[in-house]
């Protein structure tokens, strides 16, 4: 009697493991932007696909800079981003082979409310950043290689002033946008921000948006799966399983859900 119930405890345990080792197997590793994470917005969806599929999302939330090379060196299934022209080069390397456009919102230009630099309600972005080059008000860069960042230095470049950070009022932090937004809080300095963190930040002080609505400020995001045939590794089943979601009429719909104090944050656009 002891053999019989030893051996089917110990069938049981087997079980367990095994079907732990299954679950385990049913994740996927996403390398994305600061921006989804600290907008919330991977709080918001995640649990809703991973009850819906029962695929676990492990989300490395880095700038889109750091995030591709997270993709680049096999350690992503998927990587989902807010950069199209280094997504389309990490296309043309082969590390993906599709891009799917996903959804987008904007950037806006940040600032104090006494607004040194006089460029509160202004509409045009590099006109704003020539102003601020005049006045030399301090400005805080996130300078992460982030699509924040990339989009920042174009504006930069379309406004014809070379930016680095030997120029005294020029501060560039190296984090992400909340950490950034924070630091700008407390100098009391102009931002580059996606919108939708800027709502979810808490810190404000003395900051508000003083610059939208320039279609410049448009902001895309994307979502590719890292090439299998480039890294075996790579879930191919479960991570398109999740692609295929976010630009499902659910997952865009789910997308166009989230909303912070009634305010939605992100717009899809998938492509049909």
Same mark, same amino acid.
């Given at each position: 009697?002891?053999?019989?119930?030893?051996?089917?405890? %110990? #069938?049981?345990?087997?079980?367990?493991?095994?079907?732990?080792?299954?679950?385990?197997?049913?994740?996927?590793?996403?390398?994305? #932007?600061?921006?989804?994470?600290?907008?919330?917005?991977?709080?918001? *969806?995640? !649990? *809703?696909?991973?009850?819906?599929?029962?695929?676990?999302? /492990?989300?490395?939330?880095?700038? %889109?800079?750091?995030?591709?090379?997270?993709?680049?060196?096999?350690?992503?299934?998927?990587?989902?981003?807010?950069?199209?022209?280094?997504?389309? /080069?990490?296309?043309? &390397?082969?590390?993906?082979?599709?891009?799917?456009?996903?959804?987008?919102?904007?950037?806006?230009?940040?600032? !104090?409310?006494?607004?040194?630099?006089?460029?509160?309600?202004?509409?045009?972005?590099?006109?704003?950043?020539?102003?601020?080059?005049?006045?030399?008000?301090?400005?805080?860069?996130?300078?992460?290689?982030?699509?924040?960042?990339?989009? &920042?230095?174009?504006?930069? /470049?379309?406004?014809?002033?070379?930016?680095? !950070?030997?120029?005294?009022?020029?501060?560039?932090?190296?984090?992400?946008?909340?950490?950034?937004?924070? #630091?700008?809080?407390?100098?009391?300095?102009? *931002?580059?921000?996606?919108?939708?963190?800027?709502? %979810?930040?808490?810190?404000?002080?003395?900051?508000?948006?003083?610059?939208?609505?320039?279609?410049?400020?448009?902001?895309?995001?994307?979502?590719?799966?890292?090439?299998?045939?480039?890294? !075996? $590794?790579?879930?191919? *089943?479960?991570?398109?399983?999740?692609?295929?979601?976010?630009?499902?009429?659910?997952? $865009?719909?789910?997308?166009?859900?989230? /909303?912070?104090?009634?305010?939605?944050?992100?717009?899809?656009?998938?492509?049909?």
């Amino acid at each position: 009697m002891k053999k019989l119930l030893l051996s089917l405890i %110990t #069938t049981l345990l087997l079980l367990l493991l095994s079907q732990s080792a299954i679950a385990q197997e049913k994740s996927i590793v996403v390398s994305s #932007t600061t921006s989804t994470e600290q907008s919330g917005l991977f709080g918001y *969806i995640l !649990p *809703i696909f991973e009850k819906k599929t029962g695929i676990q999302v /492990k989300v490395v939330a880095v700038g %889109t800079g750091q995030a591709l090379d997270i993709g680049r060196r096999g350690d992503a299934d998927v990587v989902f981003v807010h950069d199209k022209p280094a997504e389309e /080069k990490f296309l043309e &390397e082969g590390y993906s082979i599709k891009r799917y456009e996903l959804m987008y919102n904007d950037f806006v230009l940040i600032g !104090p409310k006494s607004d040194p630099a006089k460029i509160s309600g202004g509409k045009d972005i590099q006109a704003a950043l020539q102003k601020l080059a005049v006045t030399q008000a301090p400005f805080i860069s996130r300078g992460d290689k982030s699509g924040t960042h990339a989009a &920042e230095l174009r504006y930069w /470049k379309g406004a014809g002033i070379d930016v680095s !950070p030997s120029l005294i009022w020029y501060k560039e932090t190296g984090s992400g946008m909340g950490p950034a937004l924070n #630091t700008a809080s407390a100098m009391n300095g102009y *931002i580059l921000s996606d919108r939708a963190t800027w709502l %979810t930040f808490k810190n404000r002080g003395d900051l508000a948006i003083l610059v939208q609505g320039d279609p410049k400020l448009f902001n895309q995001y994307g979502v590719m799966l890292v090439n299998p045939a480039k890294y !075996p $590794q790579v879930k191919k *089943i479960e991570g398109q399983a999740f692609i295929d979601w976010l630009v499902s009429k659910e997952g $865009q719909d789910t997308i166009a859900s989230y /909303k912070v104090g009634g305010e939605q944050l992100f717009f899809p656009n998938a492509k049909k």
